[in-house]
């Protein structure tokens, strides 16, 4: 069983037709703020895919190299890139051991990696990780099904908030991209 990734809240939503990812600035070393602004959301393959990454800075920065590296050996398609990632993921000797997790998106899905070699399309449009994505997750659904009249912006944003209020891992310093 894979170790529950702390210390960031990233949340990825799909609604009325767009796809938003943000996340938090937060970086901590043990129970100490190391840095207020990390950015931790990327844009990749000229702002078609957008990455955002919650777990170790590293460690993540290496898996996004990978999944860029997988994006291009297979044309941009996002699905087979991530199942290659993860299957590479899980079973090399040196990525088996990184600690980290990945949203990532393009104009028409999105998709959870993780180290134990789960790609995952969540069912309710919703996706999130890090210490505080429990907490971002449910404000997004609760929006998502209640105030329909908001963009995919706006809950990634108030759930951030929510989220950045509650969980002690997570600040209020977002970076929030949409998929073109």
Not at 109 to 122: A, R, T, Y
Not at 130 to 155: D, F, P, R, V
């Amino acid at each position: 069983m894979q170790a529950i990734i702390h210390a960031t809240t990233v949340l990825g939503v799909i609604h009325n037709g767009e796809i938003v990812i943000g996340a938090d600035g937060q970086a901590t070393m043990g129970t100490t703020v190391a840095k207020g602004n990390v950015r931790k959301i990327r844009k990749l393959m000229d702002g078609k895919i957008v990455a955002g990454f919650a777990g170790a800075t590293a460690d993540a920065f290496t898996l996004l190299e990978r999944f860029e590296e997988k994006l291009n050996a297979y044309g941009g398609n996002l699905r087979r890139a991530a199942i290659e990632l993860a299957k590479d993921w899980r079973t090399d000797r040196f990525l088996r051991h990184l600690e980290a997790m990945i949203i990532v998106a393009n104009a028409t899905e999105m998709l959870i990696i993780s180290g134990s070699g789960d790609v995952l399309e969540p069912d309710t449009q919703v996706a999130s990780i890090g210490s505080g994505s429990m907490y971002a997750q449910s404000a997004a659904l609760a929006l998502k099904a209640h105030a329909s009249h908001l963009t995919a912006e706006q809950i990634v944003r108030e759930s951030l908030t929510i989220a950045a209020d509650i969980c002690i891992y997570t600040n209020h310093n977002f970076i929030i991209e949409k998929v073109k």
